[in-house]
């Protein structure tokens, strides 16, 4: 099924029945797929065509979905911007993707501007406010006022493609995934088994849309059981819980960083009376899963496990046995040719390792990219024969559940011993002082890594390093311990709240700004 069949089946069976919540506005599914056909009719009125690329650099706002839609129903592909990124980030995403056109609200307008004076490819600026003295821009509303509420038939098939969504690039350039409309109409019917969400619950989308959790998950999960979408512009940790209540939320996306933020708020914030039966997130570690389930109330917290690349690999099973620091069983699919992911750990040569013994994780699904645009050398190297590899490390217990190792960028090598990064965040996160921790590898005087923790303490505590090594010293190997400590007011941030580690690791004067405990170490004997 294309994402236009998809969504027209569940107008066709509740017409009347809000969808969509944002601020005060509430939009039926009838209303939603109308606005959708006219912002269709508005791009081809401008010339978009099948397979013609519009980049969308927007917040949590209904026009971007309208977008999105609009742009699937005949044909187009959708590029989604992360509205964080400066005039240079955005330029080569637009240049690279070929965007015919894109769509932006007034923030983000004179960034574009400049961008299109030096495009060879870009035609067009829609925007989503009312523009003065701009003539040569669109506006994105007047689609509302002017075109027509029905669309066309366009021949769609379910593996054209829908979505080329960049990947963060922490490393080199970013590379445009590319996904077909079959991957969208999946993943919504699997998040739908796997959240155990039906026709009446209402999902809360906190995650930015330009992010695939909020696209697959959120909204294509919602409208798979007909449900409905929560939409808040971004994540507010002090709003959080007055929306949940408000909205009557029963279902939100998070990852962990969130559930440690709103533990930090203060405890008159939190709302009782909320209706949240589901959360699910990603990495959720013990104390996180204790934050949701004990303090918040929350009955169902899910770990999951996906990629920009291949979404909804493993997930802890709702209402099965959850494992702590597992990232679960393999996902489960509603398509008939593969019911769940195929999961294999392996070692550097693609051997497949035994039970406990770490490499590399590699997953063949039924939900997967056709490949990265215009790097056929990127895409022969993640995919081999028909298995997607990840560059994350794990390994299986005898039950089968998977434990997330590391990232393989972000392993950090010391004197011959691989250590997890994500393992030594877990431990120093656990002490209650901690409000979060981010470890990165740092350059060693005697070749390899140094280990070096950031941390950032909860309001009114007070902590000095020998603590932290005195904490780590009973949990850790002497190997795995940080020599380098930097307390922070706070951690560089993604739009979606994940640690941005590639920001800490450009810093020049990191190792300088910390404080080195390899005499004290050496003092207690490590």
């Known amino acids: 099924m294309n994402i236009r069949t998809f969504i027209e089946s569940k107008v066709e069976r509740n017409p009347d029945k809000p969808f969509l919540y944002f601020e005060d506005e509430v939009v039926s599914y009838e209303e ?6 006219q912002a269709a009719n508005g791009f081809l009125d401008m010339g978009v065509k099948k397979g013609h690329r519009v980049c969308i650099m927007l917040p949590n706002v209904p026009e971007f979905l309208y977008g999105w839609f609009g742009l699937a129903k005949i044909g187009a592909v959708m590029v989604p911007i992360n509205i964080a990124f400066t005039e240079n980030e955005a330029g080569y995403i637009l240049n690279h993707s070929e965007a015919l056109g894109v769509i932006v609200d007034s923030e983000r307008l004179p960034i574009v501007v400049e961008i299109k004076k030096r495009s060879e490819t870009l035609k067009w600026i829609a925007c989503i406010d009312p523009v003065s003295d701009k003539e040569d821009i669109h506006l994105f509303y007047r689609f509302f006022e002017t075109m027509p509420k029905t669309l066309r038939s366009i021949i769609l098939k379910h593996n054209d493609i829908a979505q080329i969504v960049y990947t963060s690039g922490t490393t080199a350039f970013p590379k445009g995934t590319m996904h077909a409309h079959k991957d969208f109409t999946l993943t919504g019917e699997a998040f739908s088994l796997c959240a155990g969400i039906g026709s009446e619950d209402r999902v809360l989308t906190i995650l930015p849309l330009f992010h695939v959790n909020a696209q697959y998950y959120s909204t294509m999960g919602a409208l798979a059981v007909q449900a409905a979408l929560i939409l808040v512009r971004k994540f507010t940790a002090s709003n959080f819980w007055d929306q949940a209540v408000y909205f009557r939320a029963t279902e939100f996306n998070f990852i962990g960083a969130i559930g440690r933020i709103l533990y930090a708020r203060p405890e008159y914030e939190f709302r009782p009376q909320h209706q949240i039966a589901t959360a699910y997130g990603a990495l959720v570690t013990p104390d996180v899963y204790e934050i949701f389930t004990k303090r918040f109330k929350i009955p169902n ?16 099973p709702i209402g099965g046995v959850i494992k ?4 679960g069983l393999p996902a ?7 019911s769940f992911s195929e999961i294999m750990i392996v070692d550097e040569d693609g051997k497949e390792l035994e039970t406990g013994e770490i490499g590399e994780i590699i997953v063949r699904s039924p939900v997967m990219m056709q490949g990265y645009l215009k790097d056929e050398a990127k895409t022969r190297e993640s995919i081999r024969g028909g298995w997607f590899y990840t560059g994350d490390y794990a390994y299986k217990d005898k039950d089968g559940y998977l434990f997330f190792v590391d990232r393989k960028k972000d392993i950090i090598r010391r004197r011959g011993e691989n250590i997890s990064s994500t393992e030594v965040e877990t431990i120093i996160n656990a002490n209650d002082k901690v409000l979060e921790a981010a470890v990165i590898a740092v350059p060693s005087r005697l070749g390899e890594d140094e280990v070096m923790a950031c941390i950032v303490l909860k309001e009114n505590k007070i902590m000095n390093p020998e603590e932290i090594i005195d904490w780590c010293k009973e949990r850790l190997a002497n190997f795995k311990i940080p020599r380098y400590l930097q307390f922070r007011d706070s951690l560089p941030k993604t739009p979606t709240q994940r640690t941005a580690k590639y920001i800490l690791k450009q810093e020049k004067d990191i190792i300088e700004s910390s404080q080195d405990m390899d005499l004290y170490k050496k003092k207690i004997r490590l």
């Open 332 to 338: 489960k699919h509603p398509d008939p040719s593969m």
């Open 324 to 327: 702590m620091n597992s990232i």
């Open 32 to 37: 939603f797929d109308q606005k959708i056909n």
């Open 301 to 316: 917290v899910i770990d999951g496990y996906g990629l920009t690349e291949v979404p909804r690999v493993s997930q802890n």
